[in-house]
């Protein structure tokens, strides 16, 4: 089976998993899957967040989901709790159709590497 239709398999998956889980079923967006990678990665589940702390919240998830890939380093974590990053290397230039496939790629390593895709 080719490298595209195996990330697809395993994306459509994670997407229903989450969905059932996090949505009614409603199936979740990417962004929606990479807002909730930063609320993990915060690690402060039971509180409501402001509209500037979701866009950090997403950048959180973002900066460790590429972290892998070398584009990003963890740095330390601030007196509230937040996890801060430093750029190791500019991300290249991509197609929106490129980024939405290293996202999707990066997702699902992620949750394969926590337990929760098998």
């Not at 009614?24 to 915060?42: F, K, M, N, P, S």
């Not at 690690?43 to 989901?65: P, S, T, W």
């Not at 801060?84 to 500019?90: A, F, L």
């Amino acid at each position: 089976m080719a490298r595209d239709e195996v990330l697809k398999m395993k994306w459509d998956l994670l997407v229903e998993k989450l969905s059932n889980q996090f949505a009614d079923g409603d199936v979740l967006e990417l962004d929606a899957i990479i807002y909730l990678i930063g609320v993990q990665e915060l690690g402060q589940l039971n509180r409501k967040f402001k509209k500037d702390e979701k866009v950090n919240l997403m950048h959180i998830a973002i900066c460790r989901l590429l972290e892998p890939y070398g584009y990003y380093e963890f740095d330390f974590f601030d007196d509230d709790g937040w996890p801060h990053y430093q750029i190791k290397e500019q991300l290249p230039t991509l197609k929106a159709g490129e980024q939405s496939v290293l996202m999707k790629e990066a997702i699902v390593n992620y949750f394969s590497e926590n337990g929760y895709l098998n």
